[in-house]
């Protein structure tokens, strides 16, 4: 019986097979595609390797543009030959068998795609993009200061190092064991400190005043970096000193004395003697950063005088640097009628130190009242960019990716037929 049985299941699948073959042959005959990758080009695994070399070209150029160093070029340019190689090699398998099977557009279509886009783009980021990402540009923008609850703008003080060139005879020197004062308002000596007060109320202090001489270092140093001779004095303001209002003025006032036998006859600077430096900085940036990178104004002032001093603030973002502001300085002085701290003229006989007059050749420190104030609560601020950013060149990829998709729809001849 088992014999019998086997011989019967062999003899059903050789009847299955022939009646499998003389189907084939008959859908030939007919030309309907039973194995549509035996009769057409390009092969289905020509197409899956292009798609496949296309995701891992996108994948690397990502890399390679969200990481813009020169060790991602030679990546680049392997990762990119080796795909494109792969691809080539499957279409040009494909086409020694053209004389015997039908030509696919929309197929072929998609693996111009690929392969163009491959090439096109690594040539591209070579010679543009690589180099976009690795240049900086600045952009500029106008926007309110800072804001609190009750939308009221604020702009905090800056710091300030006063100096002077002890090198250089027409600069005023600087008085120790003297008072250096500061307000914010008006000058009232007894005004209560500005620490005892919260930065709402200093923004709006108006008429009234605070005393911020204690953010005053009240030392005068000799030496301000290395070899540098300027003597320096700072004001270091905490971050409530704030002003909520342009007609608010921060006033600060420098005790000096000079030496005209110093002076050189004839010098056109004397009009203007004695004079300092002023170093106005924010003081987020250390003093001696901001002097020898150039992130500070640098003005120089007629000590003998009234000067005030109008700040229109920039806000900088640069890379590698603590975002922070940048003050254009408008001086102006008005010029004081007598100074009576020549020590040129000092009476050094007389015991009287009072206010010099026409009749005595007396002495005593001068005092030059600086005032700040805000041109506006608006700053422009400028940020340091690449001239391309991940977006720019995202962006950039799809425009040509685009235009590759069109030259290959051409190419490939989808263009000139409506065949699928």
């Given at each position: 019986m088992a014999p019998m049985r086997f011989r019967l299941h062999n003899q059903g699948l050789v009847v299955c097979i022939l009646i499998w073959n003389r189907a084939r042959h008959y859908m030939k005959g007919l030309g309907v595609m039973v194995d549509p990758e035996a009769n057409c080009i390009p092969r289905?695994?020509?197409?899956?390797?292009?798609?496949?070399?296309?995701?891992?070209?996108?994948?690397?150029?990502?890399?390679?543009?969200?990481?813009?160093s020169e060790a991602w070029l030679p990546i680049a340019y392997f990762v990119a030959t080796i795909l494109d190689l792969l691809i080539a090699a499957f279409a040009l398998t494909d086409l020694k068998l053209r004389q015997h099977r039908r030509y696919r557009r929309s197929v072929a279509n998609?693996?111009?795609?690929?392969?163009?886009?491959?090439?096109?783009?690594?040539?591209?980021?070579?010679?543009?993009?690589?180099?976009?990402?690795?240049?900086?540009?600045?952009?500029?923008s106008s926007e309110k200061i800072e804001a609190d609850s009750s939308t009221k703008n604020r702009?905090?003080?800056?710091?300030v190092l006063i100096m002077s060139d002890t090198a250089a005879h027409y600069q005023a020197s600087f008085l120790e064991h003297q008072p250096w004062t500061c307000f914010i308002g008006q000058d009232i000596p007894d005004a209560p400190a500005c620490s005892s007060m919260d930065e709402a109320e200093i923004a709006q202090i108006e008429s009234n005043s605070c005393n911020c001489s204690e953010s005053y270092d009240q030392t005068i140093y000799d030496h301000f970096i290395g070899n540098d001779t300027k003597r320096t004095i700072s004001f270091m303001p905490p971050s409530y000193l704030v002003t909520g209002d342009v007609q608010t003025f921060f006033n600060l006032h420098v005790t000096f004395n000079y030496n005209s036998?110093?002076?050189?006859?004839?010098?056109?600077?004397?009009?203007?003697?004695?004079?300092?430096?002023?170093?106005?900085?924010?003081p987020v940036i250390p003093a001696q950063q901001a002097?020898?990178?150039?992130?500070?104004?640098?003005?120089l002032m007629n000590a003998n005088g009234f000067t005030t001093i109008t700040l229109t603030p920039n806000y900088m973002r640069r890379r590698d640097s603590t975002p922070h502001y940048e003050y254009d300085a408008q001086v102006n002085t008005s010029p004081m009628l007598d100074v009576v701290c020549d020590v040129a003229t000092r009476n050094m006989s007389s015991a009287n130190k009072t206010v010099k007059t026409p009749e005595s050749n007396a002495y005593?420190?001068?005092n030059a009242p600086i005032a700040f104030r805000f041109a506006n609560l608006e700053r422009q601020t400028a940020t340091e960019r690449p001239a391309m950013q991940w977006g720019d060149i995202v962006m950039s990829v799809g425009s040509y990716f685009a235009l590759v998709q069109f030259v290959c729809w051409v190419f490939s001849g989808l263009a000139w037929s409506g065949a699928i």
């Open positions: 289905t695994r020509t197409v899956v390797a292009a798609l496949i070399s296309l995701v891992v070209f996108f994948v690397v150029g990502g890399l390679a543009i969200k990481n813009p998609t693996v111009f795609t690929c392969f163009f886009t491959i090439l096109v783009m690594t040539v591209l980021y070579a010679t543009e993009w690589h180099a976009a990402s690795n240049s900086w540009i600045v952009t500029t702009a905090p003080w800056p710091a036998s110093r002076w050189v006859s004839g010098d056109s600077i004397l009009r203007d003697s004695p004079n300092i430096w002023l170093l106005v900085y924010d002097y020898e990178t150039g992130t500070a104004g640098l003005t005593a420190p001068c």
